[in-house]
């Protein structure tokens, strides 16, 4: 039994589905910084490399964005780590959530909520931020990147084109060779 | 709004359905299908209640939209209508990126593919970006709220602090600081 405590499997899918609880307000977009420092720095389990390569790769798969941690729960401990770590991060905060909408915690006049959502909203909006600052330091490693980066972000702010669109280019250009 | 709704019963198996064409159909990010679907096909909800959901979703742990799916899913079938709607939220793209994996795990070192992943990642991250500039620029005009996320930024983001901690001590001084300014 101490051999599964100690297992890869089992470490990744209780670490997830602990930051899956603690972020509030904001989804798991936030605790990005965390995983990375996780699975790259602290364990060794994969390379900067792949870790964007999976996040990438979850951005431009359908579905929510969170899930990009199942190519990582594959990479770590094959089909089984995959499907742990989306059991880990879905499953206690859905009952937490079904359990405070059947109490009625959740819901009434919403004064709590509204609350708790506005008190963190600088929080959560610096959380993202850090998340794709922490993206861009392993990614951007010259200026060609950085510059591509730059334009994807100046035309997803001022533009209403879809994401898709920008990062299928970011293929094509890298395909290329120019970056 | 969270009581299972008087009115309008709507099936397991539907929601099923519609969660599911809803992530799929989800490309970077779920929220403006969800919102069609639900608000504008369907009409399972009204404008005011999917912003009210929507809220209530983020306040709470975990995903944002699994927590919605988890309300609606409550809200018109019960629990069993909650484990409909979350399973058809995940399961399609979990497959997909199985398949996605096992591609990567194959091809993945090739160079060509190496490059249009990098030119993919550097892309990408102008839209995280992107997500985080408009978050900011949605918080109200006040020096507090600012000088809040600029600590968070500079412990998370710059100094790489242990997350659980700094978000422990931010998250209630955050609450307690604009809680006071109102």
Redesign the interface.
Known sequence: MDAFFDSALWQLATHLGV???????????A?L??VH?FVVEQHHWLSD??F?????????????????V??IG??VAG?WG??AV?AA??V???L???F???T?V??GD?RI????????????????????????NT??KDWH??L??????????TTRI???W??????????A??? | MVAPAEAARVSPWQLYVAFSRMSLGGFGGVFPMVYRTLVERTRWLNHTDFAATWAFGQMLPGSVVNNVATMVGYRYAGARGAIAAVLGLIMWPVLVLLAVGTAYATVGDLAPVRRALTGMSAAAVGLSMATGIKMLRNLPRRWRHFAIAACVFIAIGLLRLPFLGVFIIAAPVSVWLIWRAR
């Open positions: 930051l899956s609880m603690v972020a509030i307000g904001s989804g798991l977009g605790v910084p965390e420092r490399e792949q964007v390569a999976f996040y990438t790769l979850g951005q431009a798969s359908p579905g929510p964005n969170f899930l990009y199942t190519l594959r990479h089909w995959a499907l989306v991060v879905v206690p905060s859905c937490l959530t079904y405070l909408v059947r009625g959740v819901g919403g909520q509204r609350l708790l959502k506005n008190g963190l909203a600088p929080v959560s909006a610096a959380l993202m931020l850090s998340s794709s600052w922490v993206l861009a990614v951007d990147a950085a591509l980066t730059l334009i994807s972000l100046v035309l997803l702010l879809h994401p898709l920008v990062i299928g280019a970011g293929a094509a250009i890298g395909l060779g120019l970056v």
